[in-house]
């Protein structure tokens, strides 16, 4: 290199340092002048940022260590650097109300690149605006109807007795797998309608193939495992866009005839709407079977480990649910009368409380926002860690330790804990706030029911949880059952 290029290089160099110190100097005024500042805190190594420390610890068996160690440096807001964006970390329960309460002027759902790739750009958990009001409040509309909770518990009812018929005495189960099986089944009835068969066979195996991805490399070479998720959601899109095909004629054709029940599919696509495209519902439908598939088995999967653990909440969710099958006899259950079982839902609370089924969810800024004096610059993403504050023993006395009766507790003295609903969150909150949950509760309470109601059980072996990428059992909870007399 001679000396004038050399010359024009550090030239360069120094003026990109005085830009970069510039820009930093004005918005350090900025949010001084606003009296708020960036969190203490670490970017970590160059690119990587604290991304390993974080994965590690989370599948570690102390998967706090990463949040505890920096909530003890920082406070409970802190910098870090996660999944290639600057973050902000919030185990503060007010200040992620906060960012969950603010919409797209402010935040807007980020979620890393293999993730989006799968979910694609007209995803529910992706689009903001009116469109995203609009498709959350029809399927949300949707999931809270009775209608709807009267044929899940239907459904429920049949595969759950179905599959428990084959349980003998002594019969080793898989609680996580039988789950899976039973709520992928029922769910994707109430979203496209399917029933069983060789179809739904198709789509299970597609679906598993897909779900594989959604944690991988962000590389789609042929061969390489994003790649081979995004092929399986190919397929599971011309199947489910064949059903769409089918309901837009039987629409044409004068409407749905009346044998056949309502599903999620029919709610789009009866919305006079033309955003709401082909592409757009099958997308969307592909991604909400994420829960049946995921979310809700393990709800009930953790439940039943934690109450394996739990002998007098088991002992106590079993006489709850005895008194309710002796009180109505041959008379068939109703969504409702599960719904009501307050034990039974408490257990399903601190299932949710302990498990962290969703540990936290990211955003990013649009904007620099600022938040009991916390600075979130625009372009900063910022993670709002649930399971920090479920099990934060200024909120949970012994936030260790299973005990759903802290529930009960709260609902009849509530000057004795902290009510404010932002220290437990796991289905969200604001605008969206998870249009599922009542079904995930009336999936659990209902397995929950069969099984006590006709078995005791024990755990088999040693299991344990692990927290990365996704919350499940390792050894998918293998429990031995007894039938009762
Ligand atoms: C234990 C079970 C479940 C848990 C823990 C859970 C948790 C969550 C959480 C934390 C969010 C908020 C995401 C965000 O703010 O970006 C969410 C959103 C959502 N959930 Fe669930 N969920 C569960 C079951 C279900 C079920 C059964 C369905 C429906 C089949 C469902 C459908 C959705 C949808 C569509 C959204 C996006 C809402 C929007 O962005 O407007 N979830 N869920």
Same mark, same amino acid.
């Given at each position: 290199?001679?000396?004038?290029?050399?010359?024009?290089?550090?030239?360069?160099?120094?003026?990109?340092?005085?830009?970069?110190?510039?820009?930093?100097?004005?918005?350090?005024?900025?949010?001084?002048?606003?009296?708020?500042?960036?969190?203490?805190?670490?970017? %970590?190594? @160059?690119?990587?940022?604290? /991304?390993?420390?974080? !994965? +590690?610890?989370?599948?570690?068996? &102390?998967?706090? #260590?990463?949040?505890?160690?920096?909530?003890?440096?920082?406070?409970?807001?802190?910098?870090?650097?996660?999944? %290639?964006? @600057?973050?902000?970390?919030? /185990?503060?329960?007010? !200040? +992620?109300?906060?960012?969950?309460? &603010?919409?797209? #002027?402010?935040?807007?759902?980020?979620?890393?690149?293999?993730?989006?790739?799968?979910?694609?750009?007209?995803?529910?958990?992706?689009?903001?605006?009116?469109?995203?009001?609009?498709?959350?409040?029809?399927?949300?509309?949707?999931?809270?109807?009775?209608?709807?909770?009267?044929?899940?518990?239907?459904?429920?009812?049949?595969?759950?007795?179905?599959?428990?018929?084959?349980?003998?005495?002594?019969?080793?189960?898989?609680?996580?797998?039988?789950?899976?099986?039973?709520?992928?089944?029922?769910?994707?009835?109430?979203?496209?309608?399917?029933?069983?068969?060789?179809?739904?066979?198709?789509?299970?195996?597609?679906?598993?193939?897909?779900?594989?991805?959604?944690?991988?490399?962000?590389?789609?070479?042929?061969?390489?495992?994003?790649?081979?998720?995004?092929?399986?959601?190919?397929?599971?899109?011309?199947?489910?866009?064949?059903?769409?095909?089918?309901?837009?004629?039987?629409?044409?054709?004068?409407?749905?005839?009346?044998?056949?029940?309502?599903?999620?599919?029919?709610?789009?696509?009866?919305?006079?709407?033309?955003?709401?495209?082909?592409?757009?519902?099958?997308?969307?439908?592909?991604?909400?079977?994420?829960?049946?598939?995921?979310?809700?088995?393990?709800?009930?999967?953790?439940?039943?480990?934690?109450?394996?653990?739990?002998?007098?909440?088991?002992?106590?969710?079993?006489?709850?649910?005895?008194?309710?099958?002796?009180?109505?006899?041959?008379?068939?259950?109703?969504?409702?009368?599960?719904?009501?079982?307050?034990?039974?839902?408490?257990?399903?609370?601190?299932?949710?409380?302990?498990?962290?089924?969703?540990?936290?969810?990211?955003?990013?800024?649009?904007?620099?926002?600022?938040?009991?004096?916390?600075?979130?610059?625009?372009?900063?993403?910022?993670?709002?860690?649930?399971?920090?504050?479920?099990?934060?023993?200024?909120?949970?006395?012994?936030?260790?330790?299973?005990?759903?009766?802290?529930?009960?507790?709260?609902?009849?003295?509530?000057?004795?804990?902290?009510?404010?609903?932002?220290?437990?969150?796991?289905?969200?909150?604001?605008?969206?706030?998870?249009?599922?949950?009542?079904?995930?509760?009336?999936?659990?309470?209902?397995?929950?029911?069969?099984?006590?109601?006709?078995?005791?059980?024990?755990?088999?072996?040693?299991?344990?949880?692990?927290?990365?990428?996704?919350?499940?059992?390792?050894?998918?909870?293998?429990?031995?059952?007894?039938?009762?007399?």
């Amino acid at each position: 290199m001679d000396d004038q290029s050399l010359t024009t290089s550090l030239a360069l160099i120094f003026l990109f340092l005085i830009i970069l110190l510039i820009s930093k100097t004005c918005r350090n005024r900025a949010s001084r002048d606003a009296g708020c500042r960036l969190p203490a805190g670490s970017g %970590g190594w @160059p690119l990587v940022g604290e /991304t390993l420390h974080f !994965v +590690s610890s989370a599948y570690s068996p &102390s998967p706090e #260590r990463f949040m505890d160690k920096r909530r003890r440096l920082y406070g409970k807001v802190f910098r870090s650097h996660l999944f %290639g964006s @600057p973050t902000i970390v919030s /185990t503060d329960a007010e !200040v +992620s109300r906060c960012v969950l309460q &603010s919409d797209a #002027r402010a935040f807007v759902p980020w979620y890393p690149k293999s993730l989006t790739e799968l979910m694609g750009q007209s995803s529910i958990l992706l689009i903001n605006g009116n469109l995203q009001r609009r498709i959350h409040g029809l399927i949300g509309g949707f999931f809270k109807s009775a209608e709807l909770k009267a044929q899940i518990t239907r459904d429920m009812h049949s595969y759950v007795s179905h599959s428990v018929v084959n349980w003998r005495h002594h019969h080793r189960i898989l609680v996580q797998e039988q789950t899976k099986n039973i709520v992928f089944q029922i769910l994707v009835r109430a979203l496209i309608g399917l029933g069983p068969g060789k179809e739904m066979q198709f789509l299970k195996q597609q679906f598993r193939e897909f779900i594989a991805g959604l944690m991988s490399l962000p590389v789609k070479l042929p061969g390489s495992r994003l790649y081979r998720s995004l092929q399986a959601k190919k397929r599971m899109a011309m199947m489910i866009k064949s059903i769409i095909a089918e309901k837009r004629a039987e629409q044409a054709d004068g409407g749905r005839s009346q044998r056949r029940s309502r599903d999620a599919v029919d709610v789009l696509i009866d919305d006079a709407s033309d955003e709401l495209t082909d592409d757009l519902i099958s997308d969307n439908m592909i991604d909400l079977m994420i829960p049946a598939e995921d979310s809700v088995p393990v709800l009930i999967t953790l439940a039943v480990k934690y109450l394996s653990e739990c002998p007098l909440a088991l002992r106590h969710l079993e006489e709850e649910n005895m008194e309710l099958k002796q009180r109505r006899g041959v008379e068939e259950l109703q969504w409702n009368d599960y719904m009501s079982l307050s034990f039974t839902q408490d257990v399903i609370t601190e299932t949710l409380r302990m498990g962290n089924i969703i540990s936290g969810i990211m955003r990013k800024a649009v904007k620099d926002v600022e938040i009991k004096g916390h600075l979130i610059p625009k372009g900063w993403c910022v993670l709002t860690y649930f399971r920090s504050v479920h099990l934060d023993e200024s909120h949970y006395e012994e936030a260790y330790e299973f005990n759903p009766a802290i529930f009960f507790l709260r609902l009849f003295a509530p000057q004795e804990k902290d009510m404010s609903s932002c220290s437990f969150t796991p289905f969200g909150g604001g605008q969206r706030l998870c249009p599922g949950l009542d079904l995930a509760r009336l999936e659990a309470a209902i397995f929950l029911h069969h099984l006590v109601t006709n078995f005791t059980w024990v755990a088999e072996e040693e299991d344990h949880i692990v927290n990365f990428p996704t919350v499940r059992m390792k050894r998918g909870m293998p429990i031995r059952v007894r039938r009762k007399s």
